[in-house]
């Protein structure tokens, strides 16, 4: 089955920009996403890109997309501490499901 | 925004009895919905794919008759644990697919499942 890997930990002071790393393995991908999950909370759909596009800017957030190295990667600009949460990067498969990543915590300390 | 909601959000439930939980898409309709399930500060695993008026698709390993999955209406899939035992417990989350536009996934806010 498919693989997608993200780093487990970011730490970053506010203000700062994070950019948080994603690797999958399908090659047969049409829409990548990123979510944000709170504690105890479900998932916010935070933006997405499709495969044809290497790069979509979205206010405070920058996708890139390397296809051919399978990379995908999120920059949140001028983080604030209310970015602290888990983001994940999801896959979405030929059959319209999604892979999820392993989640990668971010933390934003004052 | 599409909004998705699920019910209850917490349970605690005994082992043998049975649990089931609601997701509604609360303003669009969803042709498709689909349930996760999330362990402690792990990623979402896929349990099943929930087609309206048609059986459920599940998961490899995933148990059937175990998690029960029915989507009786383009707004309401129900899944019932059954005769839970202490390993179920877990955060259940589901989504919906809205049947217009790109048909993105939305997600409801979880379910936190303890079986005493």
């Known amino acids: 089955g498919e693989d997608v890997e993200q780093s487990l930990f970011l730490s970053v002071r506010e203000g700062d920009s994070s950019v948080i790393n994603c690797t999958y393995t399908?090659?047969?991908?049409?829409?990548l996403y990123w979510y944000k999950q709170e504690p105890g909370a479900g998932l916010q759909l935070l933006t997405y890109?499709?495969?044809?596009?290497d790069m979509k800017q979205d206010q405070r957030l920058t996708v890139l997309l390397n296809k051919k190295d399978k990379h995908l990667s999120l920059r949140i600009a001028d983080t604030q501490t209310g970015d602290s949460a888990i983001y994940f990067c999801a896959d979405e498969t030929g059959f319209q499901k999604l892979v999820f990543g392993t989640g990668t915590r971010l933390l934003v300390s004052p | 925004g599409a909004v998705v909601s699920q019910h209850p959000s917490r349970v605690i439930c005994k082992s043998g009895t049975s649990v089931k939980i609601e997701c509604r898409s609360l303003d669009f309709q969803a042709t498709t919905m689909f349930w996760y399930r999330q362990f402690p500060k792990q990623s979402l695993m896929l349990m099943a794919t929930s087609n309206e008026g048609s059986k459920a698709t599940y998961e490899q390993g995933v148990e059937k008759d175990k998690f029960l999955i029915n989507h009786a209406s383009l707004t309401l899939s129900t899944l019932t644990v059954t005769s839970a035992h202490p390993e179920d417990s877990s955060f259940y989350i589901c989504s919906a697919r809205s049947s217009g536009g790109r048909g993105e996934q939305y997600f409801g806010p979880g379910t936190r499942l303890t079986v005493t």
């Open positions: 399908d090659s047969s991908s049409t829409y």
């Open positions: 890109i499709f495969s044809n596009m």
